[in-house]
């Protein structure tokens, strides 16, 4: 039966994509020798752990609403999922292949994850990525047989802050995406079709002045 490893060896953005992508170049290691891999259908669940990397004071103040305070932090940061990603490995002969294990990426902010790593300004995001799936193989002379891959193989891969925010940039040049309930964004287009508003940047911009004004 194959003894499969995985190692990450880099990210790169995808570009041109559907939604935002990044490329994730694995490595798979097969320590079996004389097998054919025929297969693999693999699953990968990618966890953030949070707890592995320091946080400069402008990411700690981008985090609260996250975590809270920085002095709740010791009972508050814990590992975040992130996503599930699969790709199916072509068959391959020898030791190892590699492969691009494509993950799309949300801009919603109601996600966990997208306010933590939208909140990283610098640095590595620390993941943890945990495998599962079915392996096809066969060995010479010998029928095609099936066999699951264990979620206690795994990998960890340090992603560069930046390659996440260039991705997010190039998807969405200087804009963000925020998910609204339908009576809010009802008050505020009235509000702006009322007030002759020509964009959605100057309404809100609008309404906080009218609350920083309050607030003095």
């Known amino acids: 039966m194959p003894d499969l490893a995985f190692n990450v060896e880099t990210a790169t953005v995808v570009p041109f994509a559907a939604v935002p992508m990044l490329a994730f170049k694995l490595q798979i290691k097969n320590s079996i020798a004389g097998e054919h891999i025929h297969t693999v259908a693999l699953r990968c669940q990618i ?41 199916v490995v072509p068959g391959f002969e020898g030791s190892s292949t590699v492969v691009d294990l494509q993950v799309p990426c949300t801009f919603d902010f109601n996600v966990a994850a997208t306010k933590y790593l939208d909140g990283l300004t610098d640095g590595d995001i620390p993941l943890h990525m945990l495998f599962s799936g079915s392996v096809f193989y066969a060995r010479e002379d010998s029928p095609l047989q099936v066999a699951p891959i264990s979620w206690e193989q795994e990998a960890r891969f340090r992603l560069p802050v930046n390659v996440w925010h260039e991705m997010m940039e190039s998807y969405y040049p200087n804009s ?29 911009e609008q309404v906080l002045a009218n609350e920083e004004v309050v607030n003095q």
């Open 47 to 87: 966890q953030i752990e949070v707890t592995r990397r320091r946080y400069a004071p402008l990411e700690q103040e981008r985090l609260l609403d996250l975590f809270g305070p920085p002095d709740r932090w010791s009972h508050t940061l814990r590992s975040l999922l992130w996503t599930h990603a699969s790709v």
């Open 176 to 204: 963000v995406w925020i998910n609204l309930r339908r009576d809010i964004f009802d008050r505020l287009y009235l509000y702006r079709m009322r007030n002759g508003i020509p964009t959605w940047e100057q309404a809100l």
